[in-house]
């Protein structure tokens, strides 16, 4: 079963900065898109960063020069790099990856789900 731990976040003053990692396990082999969703209170969950295999990035326009996400593949690691921070990007932050090979008994192959997420980690920006 893949699993991804979180860890960063917490509480931030607005124009400070932040760095969150995400490190996925369970006998993984290759994945293809690592990145990071965030959801503020009352609104849907949004895209913030991703990052694929061939480190293409795509970022939504509202972190565009802040934010910068980056993947440690020999260790399964996504990062997310955040500078100057403003109170709207406070949000639980959700790392995701997606299209996953996983090693078994019987060879590489793709992992039950086609994306896994993790528990979350809460970004604070005060003003």
């Known amino acids: 079963q893949v699993q991804l731990a979180e860890s960063g976040g917490g509480l931030v003053q607005s124009g400070g900065s932040s760095r969150l990692s995400c490190a996925a396990s369970g006998s993984i082999s290759y994945i293809y898109s690592m990145g990071w969703y965030r959801q503020a209170p009352g609104k849907q969950r949004e895209l913030v960063a991703t990052i694929n295999s061939d480190a293409d990035s795509n970022y939504a326009d509202s972190v565009k020069g802040r934010f910068t996400v980056s993947r440690d593949n020999a260790k399964n690691t996504v990062f997310l790099q955040m500078n100057s921070l403003k109170p709207e990007d406070t949000a639980v932050y959700y790392c995701?990856?997606?299209?996953?090979?996983?090693?078994?008994?019987?060879?590489?192959?793709?992992?039950?789900?086609?994306?896994?997420w993790g528990q979350g980690t809460q970004v604070t920006v005060s003003s």
């Open positions: 995701n990856v997606q299209r996953v090979w996983i090693r078994t008994d019987d060879g590489v192959v793709r992992a039950p789900l086609f994306e896994y």
